[in-house]
Structures are given as structure tokens and as C-alpha cells.
């Protein structure tokens, strides 16, 4: 393995659009060090990661609770990214794993994103998903339709892919043969899922935050032994609610789904499947407009807070969280107003 560096940045992405013409300030550093403290919580509790660390100004490597100020640098085991081998075909775009994923293969990250599910909140893929039926209820290991913002007795553990222009869903036993792990491995991934669920749902706690639902990524090291890589707990790689209101990155996610830009995001993903075109994009009528100043100043604070009051790591100013939920619930209440005129 190599030795790499993640800088975050203020950017964010929804819709797998890429970039946003907005920056939230203060994202980076906050999301680096929620991830930073996650990860050191999950190897206090003996699960291996790639974490090394995080970079002050002056450059040294050091754990969270010896910063002095923000820092938006963390220090990684790096590890290889091997793409599946793209194949354009008269019915559309293929991508062959079998013939790169080998059961011998070490030091690598598996191409999948692994999630958990607590609830089902409004926004969760699972409701359009069975409503197409993309997925059955025996699949999810339910016996009849839940409802929006329920809470799950067991967790749903789900899984799709990471290397495709647009995640795809699968079966686990889909994803098993896909990259050519054994029973040993799927089981050790879904234990290692259950245990970073049951750390964030913890920490989420501190700040009175519902862990709903929320992913990690697995990389084999060299000796084809598994760890959490990428970054975990944050309010990018999870969705927690405070009394049912969003606290993370789906509160922007909320806003561009009244825009006419979403309307026709989703026909050009739609147009670009049935013609077989990787480049969706290109098919988008419109770009997305930015975010008001109002809610993106809601966003920033709210990613503050939490990291404040999650970790107890003082590196920020901003209002408690609780305020930040009543101003976000005032913008809203505004927003319905205005709408009805």
C-alpha cells in the first residue's frame, strides 16, 4: 500500500451530478474531522481501517483530540482502484468484473458502496425501487410495504455498486460472484457494516441525531485481509434526522428536488438508460441553479454544530444544533408560505 492524503473540500455533489456551483463553508474541515474521529472510535474497538491520521498547518500527523484548530487534511493507507473493463454494446454499456476480480486478488479497493438501513425516511430509494420492482419485499427481508420515516426492527443491509457512472443495485450473492469473494468474506463484510452502524448510531446520539441510514467502503490490504477505507459517519456518508427534519447533505438534496433542474436530471438518466449513452449528462436540458444563501448558511452551521457536538471537539463557532433545527424549520415554514401565494 501507498501513503496518501485526502484534502476536503467546501464542493458537494447530489444526484451524481459532480460538482455544484456552490461551496459550504467549512464542509471540508468538518467532515474530516467527524471521519477522523469515527475512525479512530472504530479502531479503539479493534476493526482495522486506513486511517493514519490527520495534518495540522504546521504538517504533523496527529490524532483529533491534539488539534488546536480545523484542519481539512487526513492521512491514509492508499490502496488500488481497479475499474471493471466498459463494453458498449448494441443494447447499451456493459462492465465486465469477471475478468478482473480474481479470488487471489490483494490490495484493492472492492468497487462497492455497503449500506445499512435503520429506517426508511422520506427520500430513501427503497420506496421507488419496490415501486418498480426493482427489489422485492422478501428481498429486503420485510413482509409488507413500510412507511415513509418507519423505524426497521433489524436493519436492511444493502449493496450496490461504486465504479459505474450511476450506482446499480444488487443482490448480495450478485455482488459476491461479481468480484469473487467467498462465504468467509461476505460474512466478515456485513459483520464489519453492522459494527460501523452501531458506532455512528452511538455518536449520532451525543447530538440527538437519528442515524437513518448510511454507507462504507471495503478495501482487501495486501494480504487480502479486509478494512474500512474512504470516510464514515459524516453528514455526507450518512443521513441522520433530528426530530424527523434532515441534518445532512440531504437537506440539499430536498431543495434541487423542486427545482426544474431535477425534472430534467431525471429524464436525461432516464433517456441515456434506454439508449445505452454513458454520458447522461449531456443529455441534461438544464444546469442546477445555486443553493439560496439562506439555507447554504443553515447547511454550513449545521455541519459545524454536529461535528462539535458528536466528537465534543470545540474547533468551530456556531449555534447549537437544536437552534440551527428551528431556523431551518422558520426557512421552510417561509418557503410553504411563499409557494402558496
Known amino acids: 500500500m501507498g501513503i496518501g492524503r485526502f484534502h476536503f473540500s467546501d464542493r458537494y455533489s447530489v444526484f451524481d451530478w459532480g460538482e455544484m456551483p456552490d461551496h459550504i463553508e467549512w464542509k471540508g474541515a468538518c467532515l474530516c474531522i467527524m471521519g477522523a474521529y469515527c475512525f479512530e472510535e472504530l479502531e479503539r474497538r479493534g476493526v482495522r481501517t486506513h486511517y493514519r491520521g490527520v495534518v495540522t498547518q504546521d504538517g504533523r500527523l496527529v490524532k483529533t483530540d491534539e488539534l488546536q484548530e480545523p484542519t481539512n487534511i487526513m492521512e491514509i493507507d492508499l490502496v488500488r482502484v481497479i475499474h471493471p473493463k466498459v463494453f458498449q454494446r448494441p443494447d447499451g454499456v456493459r462492465y465486465d468484473y469477471y475478468s478482473v476480480y480474481k479470488a487471489h486478488l490483494t490490495n484493492f479497493l472492492i468497487p462497492l458502496e455497503i449500506i445499512y438501513r435503520n429506517s426508511l425516511p422520506q427520500g430513501s430509494s427503497i420506496f421507488k425501487r419496490l415501486k418498480n420492482e426493482e427489489i422485492s419485499l422478501s428481498g429486503l427481508g420485510l413482509d409488507r410495504i413500510p412507511k415513509e420515516g418507519e423505524d426497521l426492527e433489524e436493519p436492511i443491509f444493502d ?45 449520532a446520539a451525543k447530538a440527538c441525531l437519528k442515524n437513518e441510514d448510511g454507507k462504507i467502503e471495503i478495501a482487501f490490504d495486501p494480504k487480502r485481509e479486509l478494512m474500512v477505507v474512504d470516510v464514515i459517519g459524516t453528514l455526507d456518508e450518512c443521513r441522520f434526522t433530528f426530530k424527523d427534519l434532515h441534518v445532512s447533505k440531504e437537506v440539499a438534496r430536498q431543495y434541487y428536488k423542486k427545482t426544474e433542474w431535477y425534472t430534467h436530471l431525471l429524464v436525461a438518466k432516464d433517456e441515456a438508460k434506454a439508449k445505452g449513452i454513458k454520458d447522461w449528462k449531456s443529455l441534461c436540458k438544464s444546469s442546477p441553479p445555486k443553493l439560496d444563501p439562506r439555507l447554504k448558511e443553515i447547511i454550513s452551521n449545521m455541519y459545524k454544530a454536529t461535528t462539535i457536538e458528536c466528537t465534543s471537539l470545540h474547533l468551530f463557532k456556531a449555534p447549537p444544533l437544536s437552534y440551527i433545527i428551528e431556523e431551518y424549520k422558520d426557512y421552510l415554514d417561509r418557503e410553504e408560505r411563499w409557494q402558496k401565494i
Open 159 to 203: 449493496i450496490s455498486t461504486k465504479l459505474e457512472p450511476q450506482d446499480r443495485y444488487l443482490s448480495w450473492q450478485e455482488a459476491k460472484k461479481l468480484i469473487c469473494l467467498n462465504d468467509s468474506e461476505l460474512r466478515e463484510i456485513k459483520e464489519r457494516l453492522n459494527l460501523v452502524n452501531d458506532l455512528i448510531t452511538e455518536i
